[in-house]
């Protein structure tokens, strides 16, 4: 079992680029949630997704935030223009029916 | 709204201590809760869980029983080690009535453990 599998896992990009963060989900799991931690803020839930539909995107800080699931064993988490305060660890997780959640190793992403 | 809080960190221990991190939560329903773990540079780690009052979870010698009397989840393990240095995030999920599946989690709680 591979596991949540992220990609890049660091990236270092400047200010207003876009930046792209890929996410590979466990086989069979029908969930699959994009969070983002801080020192400030945490661990905050983005978004997620249930078979593929996005169900709440409450959590994504505003539009220059964007999260797609083209199928059951793909997602990104796009974010354009890049600043510098979005700089933080992105976690990937999917879990099969609500159960335990089972987390990506994240992407580093720092905004100069 | 839900809403999980662990005792604040650094905690600092010697090896063979007796660890305990408080964690208490605040939830409509009947949250499933939950306790991760975070080594330096990687992702979370599922540590244990409970889905129901009095529901003792266990895993690598560390234990946690739901209380919903006290609304408590503390996390203990009898003899820590140094390769039980981490970040340990308390969580709940509210699988009940609204049953959306998300995780709440707390700040964290830093454990450092010394030889």
């Known amino acids: 079992d591979a596991g949540v599998i992220q990609s890049p896992r660091h990236e270092v990009t400047e200010m207003g680029q876009e930046v792209t963060l890929r996410c590979k989900p466990i086989s069979g799991h029908d969930y699959l949630f994009w969070y983002r931690q801080t020192m400030m803020r945490g661990l905050e839930l983005l978004i997620y997704f249930n078979n593929n539909v996005p169900i709440d995107d409450s959590g994504m800080p505003e539009d220059r935030f964007s999260a797609k699931m083209p199928n059951a064993s793909f997602s990104t988490l796009k974010i354009q223009p890049s600043e510098p305060r979005d700089s933080a660890v992105y976690f990937c997780a999917s879990s099969f029916r609500l159960y335990e959640q089972y987390f990506g190793p994240g992407t580093r992403l720092t905004v100069t | 709204g839900d809403s999980v809080t662990q005792m604040e960190g650094p905690v600092t221990l010697s090896e063979e201590a007796f660890l305990t991190i408080n964690c208490t939560y605040t939830?409509?329903?009947?949250?499933?809760l939950f306790w991760y773990v975070q080594y330096p540079g990687e992702g979370l780690q599922l540590l244990l869980k409970?889905?129901?009052?009095?529901d003792k979870g266990s895993n690598k010698g560390f234990e946690a029983t739901y209380r919903k009397e006290t609304t408590s989840f503390h996390l203990e393990k009898g003899s820590v080690q140094v390769s039980d240095s981490a970040v340990y995030f308390c969580a709940l999920s509210d699988r009940g009535s609204s049953n959306t599946g998300k995780l709440i989690f707390g700040q964290g709680t830093t454990l450092q453990v010394k030889p």
């Open positions: 409970a889905t129901k009052a009095d």
């Open positions: 939830a409509t329903g009947y949250p499933s």
